[in-house]
């Protein structure tokens, strides 16, 4: 059933007429042209189609795009402002945590949502908190390491 629907995406409301049962992920991809969120599994066990939903990190393959309706959307292209990337898409580039960069979209999404939450995590608060993401390059290491750095930058 199509639906008149509007939220905010990327710091602007945005209104759109949708079959409602469509996943986040297609209208992101599909009708916005947001490819910077990924189809990995379909299922929500990959992480590579991770979105922030009110801050939080989700799997826009599992969610109806009526459920955001009136909520707050960020893509990965929705972190960089003003033509600078946010702190942690630059850590993901100075330690070199993408290889092939198709998780890299929904890593650095859940990593902003843990810092959110815990601004100065652990070390077992970052593996634990991206566990659910999957990287088949094994960038894992870096990975944890640019979040580290990220984690700093981000607190001063």
């Given at each position: 059933m199509i639906t008149r629907i509007e939220f905010k995406l990327n710091h602007e409301w945005i209104r759109l007429s949708v079959d409602s049962e469509r996943?986040?992920?297609?209208v992101l991809r599909s009708d916005l042209g947001l490819t910077g969120t990924k189809y990995g599994c379909g299922i929500g066990a990959c992480g590579a189609c991770t979105v922030l939903l009110g801050?939080?990190?989700?799997?826009?393959?599992?969610i109806p795009v009526i459920n955001v309706k009136g909520k707050d959307v960020v893509t990965v292209e929705g972190l960089a402002m003003n033509g600078h990337l946010h702190p942690l898409q630059k850590a993901?580039?100075?330690?070199n945590a993408l290889q092939c960069g198709f998780c890299t979209p929904?890593?650095?999404?859940?990593?902003y949502s843990l810092l959110l939450?815990?601004?100065a995590p652990k070390e077992e608060d970052i593996?634990?908190?991206?566990?659910?993401?999957l990287c088949r390059c094994g960038s894992h290491q870096r990975i944890i390491q640019a979040i580290q750095s990220a984690?700093?930058?981000?607190r001063r």
């Open positions: 996943t986040l992920l297609w801050g939080e990190a989700v799997r826009s393959c599992t993901f580039v100075e330690h929904g890593m650095i999404l859940t990593a939450t815990k601004p593996i634990e908190s991206m566990e659910d993401n984690a700093k930058k981000m």
